[in-house]
T-cell receptor
Framework: NAGVTQTPKFRILKIGQSMTLQCTQD?????MYWYRQDPGMGLKLIYY???????DKGEVPNGYNVSRSTTEDFPLRLELAAPSQTSVYFC?????????????FGDGTRLSIL | GQQVMQIPQYQHVQEGEDFTTYCNSS?????IQWYKQRPGGHPVFLIQ?????EVKKQKRLTFQFGEAKKNSSLHITATQTTDVGTYFC????????????FGEGTQLTVNP
C-alpha cells in the first residue's frame, strides 16, 4: 500500500518554464489537497478537490492550476514559473468529509526556480 | 479569514525535560488536528480533538482542546531525541465550507 505518491522529488526550473507536479493515491480517498511549505513556515493550501471532476481554490491559488479526472490522481500545474514559487509542495488526501478527517501526506516535491 | 497562531516558534530542551506548544485561533473551531514533521520529512497526523475541554493522551504526549474551542496545546513529558521535529496544529472553523488552517509550527530540538 503506497499511500500518497508524489513525483518528482526534486526539480529545478528556470523562470518562465512550466511543469506539472504529479500526485496519486491508492487509498480511494475522495478528498485531495495541494499545499506549499516555505522554509520555516506552515502549510498553505493551494487547491483542493472533493472528488473527481470537482476542484476549488485554497488560500494561495494564483500561478497554479489543477485537474481531477480520476479519484486517484490530482496533478498540480505551474505555468510561467516565478522565483516566489520556490517551495516544497505537498499533496495530501483524506476520507469522506475532508477537513475533519486526518490528512495523509506524500513525501513532497522540492522545487527551486532560478 | 481564520488565523491559527502557534507559540513558541522554536524550543530547545535537554533530553528528559518537558515541552509544550500552544495553538490559538482567531475564531471558534469545530475541530483541531495535530501533526508532526520530522526534518526533511512530511507531516504525519497525530490526533484530532473535537469536543470542548477534550483531553487525549498518546504515551508521553497530552493534547488539550480549550473550553471555548479557540485554543489547544500539546505537552510532551520527558522528551526523547526521537521527539525532534516540527509540531503543527491545524484548525477548522465552525462555519459551513471552512477549511483546515495550519499554524506555523513549533520546531523542537532535543539535546541528548
Amino acid at each position: 500500500n503506497a499511500g500518497v505518491t508524489q513525483t518528482p522529488k526534486f526539480r529545478i526550473l528556470k523562470i518562465g518554464q512550466s511543469m506539472t507536479l504529479q500526485c496519486t493515491q491508492d487509498m480511494n480517498h475522495n478528498y485531495m489537497y495541494w499545499y506549499r511549505q516555505d522554509p520555516g513556515m506552515g502549510l498553505k493550501l493551494i487547491y483542493y478537490s472533493v472528488g473527481a471532476g470537482i476542484t476549488d481554490k485554497g488560500e494561495v491559488p494564483n500561478g497554479y492550476n489543477v485537474s481531477r479526472s480520476t479519484t486517484e490522481d490530482f496533478p498540480l500545474r505551474l505555468e510561467l514559473a516565478a522565483p516566489s514559487q520556490t517551495s516544497v509542495y505537498f499533496c495530501a488526501s483524506s476520507y469522506f468529509t475532508g477537513f475533519n478527517q486526518p490528512q495523509h501526506f506524500g513525501d513532497g516535491t522540492r522545487l527551486s526556480i532560478l | 479569514g481564520q488565523q491559527v497562531m502557534q507559540i513558541p516558534q522554536y524550543q530547545h530542551v535537554q533530553e528528559g525535560e518537558d515541552f509544550t506548544t500552544y495553538c490559538n485561533s482567531s475564531t471558534t473551531l469545530s475541530n483541531i488536528q495535530w501533526y508532526k514533521q520530522r526534518p526533511g520529512g512530511h507531516p504525519v497526523f497525530l490526533i484530532q480533538l473535537v469536543k470542548s475541554g477534550e483531553v487525549k493522551k498518546q504515551k508521553r504526549l497530552t493534547f488539550q482542546f480549550g473550553e471555548a474551542k479557540k485554543n489547544s496545546s500539546l505537552h510532551i513529558t520527558a522528551t526523547q531525541t526521537t521527539d525532534v521535529g516540527t509540531y503543527f496544529c491545524a484548525g477548522r472553523g465552525e462555519t459551513s465550507g471552512s477549511r483546515l488552517t495550519f499554524g506555523e509550527g513549533t520546531q523542537l530540538t532535543v539535546n541528548p
